[in-house]
């Protein structure tokens, strides 16, 4: 995996930052990390320059002037990445929601089967979500219900995050007209990749509510999605 990069964007994580890096690196010993910072009041990004020696030329790190929202960080990073060699970019979270042996699969899948996008998926088998309440496992699912019916897209799992990208996905997406900054954004990606005709494929993943940490789900966020989804689909009529 020499040849592929993990992106994980980071306000507030300084609890998981540390065992997730090392989580990753022990999982595949040959891919890069691009931890991507909003100015974490806790500290999150000294954590990661303190740990930059003990994994020279493998982890990288973007400090950002504060809080600007997932979205940005990942097309922040992704710009990073595309300066750089590297064929295949993963998003991931910090808190362990994803499960860092499930990257090879994502790997394996996206190279050898010749797949432009691999989505690590919460509902290709079922449900698959440890640890969150009931009102939250129905509203994830309830969301991408919705995205299904609105955009026609056939993705189970619209707003997951935990995707590997080949390169010529990236560089074929105008970047900087990415609009939304929340979970639309996991949307957005998807839905350009889907109208693009790249090939996507999901694969089942078990994700794990974080035990460490305050989610960044908000109101505001949950109407991002829904309402954006709404123009988004308007605007390619």
């Not at 996905?169 to 954004?185: H, R």
């Not at 494929?201 to 305050?214: A, M, N, Q, S």
Request: charged letters at 25%.
């Amino acid at each position: 995996m020499q040849d592929a990069i993990v992106i994980i964007p980071t306000y507030n994580e300084i609890e998981n930052i540390e065992a997730i890096i090392d989580a990753v690196f022990n999982q595949c010993d040959e891919v890069h990390i691009l931890v991507v910072d909003d100015n974490s009041p806790d500290k999150t990004a000294q954590k990661v320059e303190s740990y930059q020696s003990k994994y020279s030329d493998r982890l990288f790190l973007v400090k950002r002037n504060g809080k600007q929202g997932l979205g940005t960080a990942y097309v922040e990073g992704f710009k990073w990445c595309l300066k750089r060699d590297y064929e295949f970019v993963f998003e991931m979270d910090a808190d362990f929601s994803h499960d860092p042996k499930d990257l090879k699969r994502l790997y394996t899948v996206c190279k050898e089967d010749n797949i432009d996008l691999v989505i690590g998926s919460r509902y290709i088998q079922g449900v698959n979500v440890v640890n969150w309440p009931l009102s939250r496992v129905l509203l994830s699912y309830t969301a991408s219900l919705y995205v299904r019916l609105i955009t026609g897209m056939k993705v189970l799992d619209p707003t997951a995050g935990f995707v590997c990208y080949r390169r010529v996905v990236l560089e074929a997406i105008n970047l900087d007209q990415i609009k939304f900054i929340g979970y639309a954004f996991q949307i957005e990606m998807k839905y350009i990749t889907y109208k693009n005709k790249f090939k996507i494929k999901e694969i089942p993943i078990i994700f794990t509510d974080r035990l460490f940490g305050d989610s960044k789900l908000s109101k505001g966020i949950i109407s991002e999605a829904i309402f954006g989804v709404l123009q988004m689909r308007l605007k390619n009529f």
